[in-house]
């Protein structure tokens, strides 16, 4: 935190250096639970390039008031829910697309089981309500308090609690019980 504080200050100040630094740290997080929420890799960059660059429009005014990672994630959240209204005015299908991640060790049938699992996973959530896969997401991948999530909701946490229950048992039964 001490970091963020002092990385943004030499923004304030117009060093590039710094900003490069928030965006290394904190991208590739801000990436993944955007691709989460929005299931397109595309949509997902530009959502999390859409939050810094507001973010640097921004810096001159901006004041930290709790930690920096936790205000980027709301902020990529909310853009998220923007692109996913958009989409859905707009009618538009999202192509689904799991990232694998592939280590040396692993062979040929355990990347097809790894991208079958990651697959199903992907087509589960899909069938859930935004509101239920938004708070898994951010609760699970985002390390979000629900007290959090509800805020960012504009719910009660007992409802952001439920959205989330509801959701991992909805999980649950479309995977038959394999979660």
């Known amino acids: 935190m001490i970091e963020d504080r002092l990385l943004i200050s030499r923004c304030k ?3 590039r250096a710094a900003f490069c630094r928030i965006y290394e740290k904190y991208e590739s997080d801000l990436r993944t639970l955007a691709a989460n929420l929005l299931d397109d890799k595309t949509e997902a960059e530009d959502v999390v390039h859409d939050v810094f660059t507001s973010f640097l429009l921004a810096v001159k005014n901006f004041e930290l008031k709790s930690n920096l990672k936790g205000f980027l994630l709301t902020c990529v959240a909310n853009k998220a829910r923007d692109y996913a209204r958009k989409r859905q005015r707009q009618k538009v299908i999202p192509i689904n697309e799991a990232q694998m991640t592939m280590s040396e060790a692993d062979g040929p049938l355990q990347l097809i089981e790894r991208s079958d699992r990651i ?6 959530m899909t069938q859930l309500r935004y509101e239920q896969r938004e708070a898994i997401v951010l609760h699970l991948h985002g390390a979000m308090r629900f007290k959090a999530i509800a805020k960012l909701q ?10 989330y229950r509801l959701g991992l048992e909805r999980l649950k039964s479309i995977l038959d019980g394999k979660v």
């Open 119 to 124: 697959r199903k996973l992907t087509r589960a």
């Open 13 to 15: 100040h117009g060093n």
């Open 154 to 163: 504009n719910v009660s946490i007992k409802t952001a609690h439920s959205r």
